[in-house]
């Protein structure tokens, strides 16, 4: 019985770690997604100044359809994922050197992990 839990436990940890933090809130992704509202948009095919971001994650850098990414960008080879979605979050010009993005990003950890829940439970 003891071996069942432990591998339980192992199993959902686990699983915490390829879905995101555990503890990231998508509402209060909401307000927080409010900072990126001017330049992008969830809603599918609603490119603005930035990319719609409807789906992006698990998606590469430079994928959505008419939308005019910089060079840089679009040979950046990423995929969105928690780990590069939060670099991007937190410093996008560090990540992608000549972007064209102009937020200088979110400081907060907390903040990021909400955005990013927030973005994905808004592409379902």
Request: hydrophobic share 35%; proline share 4%; net charge negative.
């Amino acid at each position: 019985m003891k071996k069942d839990f432990v591998t339980l436990v192992v199993v959902g940890l686990g699983s915490l770690a390829l879905t995101g933090n555990a503890s990231a809130d998508a509402e209060r992704g909401k307000q927080v997604f409010r900072k990126c509202q001017a330049c992008h948009s969830l809603e599918p095919g609603d490119n603005k100044v930035g990319p719609n971001l409807h789906g992006i994650m698990g998606q590469p850098a430079g994928h959505v359809e008419d939308y005019a990414y910089s060079s840089a960008m679009a040979q950046s080879e990423l995929v969105w994922d928690d780990e590069t979605m939060g670099e991007w979050l937190r410093s996008p010009r560090k990540l992608v050197k000549g972007t064209k993005m102009a937020f200088p990003g979110l400081r907060k950890d907390e903040e990021i992990e909400d955005v990013i829940e927030y973005i994905r439970a808004s592409s379902e």
